[in-house]
């Protein structure tokens, strides 16, 4: 039997994962996005983040990619440079298969390398039954905020949930000026 394997992304995954976010945002609530975006989108979205440093991985089984995560930056001003947003989008085949969990290990472990500071989720429809809220719970993110009523798709209103994970300290150890997001501040990468 195959394991799952989690790699970083290519610009050859980005047919798969185009498909993977359009089935989330056309039938899901976890992305506010009402419109899949193209592929050119999609690919300027990973661009963007690979030229920044930041993580894209991929789970793959048997060749075929079952979902993907990667971690942004939360907000563009300097001060927020040690905190980064996750996502995770997983193929409706695959989920309930450990999936969602394996990568947003090696997503946690990746940015931890890098010398972040804090992970934040912010999920869509945020219910406390959700299956992303249940995923970031058990990976140690502790809630951290609620926006009531701030989406509305799919002829409802929605909740986001903000939950946080510090790594590397956190708040109680002073930046490491060896870490990427250090190194790309000095560099003028902001």
């Known amino acids: 039997m195959s394991t799952i394997a989690i790699r ?8 798969r994962i185009t498909e993977i976010y359009a089935d989330a945002v056309t039938h899901g609530t976890s992305s506010y996005e009402l419109e899949p975006p193209s592929r ?7 661009d963007a983040l690979a030229a920044g440093g930041f993580p894209y991985l991929v789970a793959e089984k048997n060749g075929v990619v ?6 942004g930056p939360f907000r563009p001003r300097p001060a ?18 450990g999936v969602g969990s394996a990568l ?11 010398g972040f500071r804090q992970i934040i989720a912010v999920i869509g429809d945020g ?13 140690g993110f502790c809630h951290s905020g609620r926006l009531e009523g701030s989406g509305y798709k799919h002829g409802r209103w929605l909740d986001t949930v903000f939950m ?27």
């Open 8 to 15: 970083p992304a290519t610009a050859a995954d980005l047919d």
């Open 164 to 190: 946080q994970l510090s790594l590397n300290g956190g708040a109680a150890l002073p930046p490491d000026p060896d870490s990427l997001p250090e190194r790309r501040f000095r560099l003028g990468g902001k």
């Open 80 to 97: 927020y440079r040690f905190v980064v947003e996750d996502s995770v989008y997983v193929a409706p085949e695959a989920k309930g298969q």
């Open 104 to 114: 947003m290990q090696a997503l946690i472990e990746t940015a931890r390398a890098a």
């Open 40 to 46: 050119a989108e999609m690919g300027n979205r990973f």
């Open 127 to 139: 219910h406390a039954d959700s299956a992303s809220v249940r995923l970031h719970e058990k990976l």
């Open 66 to 71: 079952l979902g993907y995560a990667y971690a």
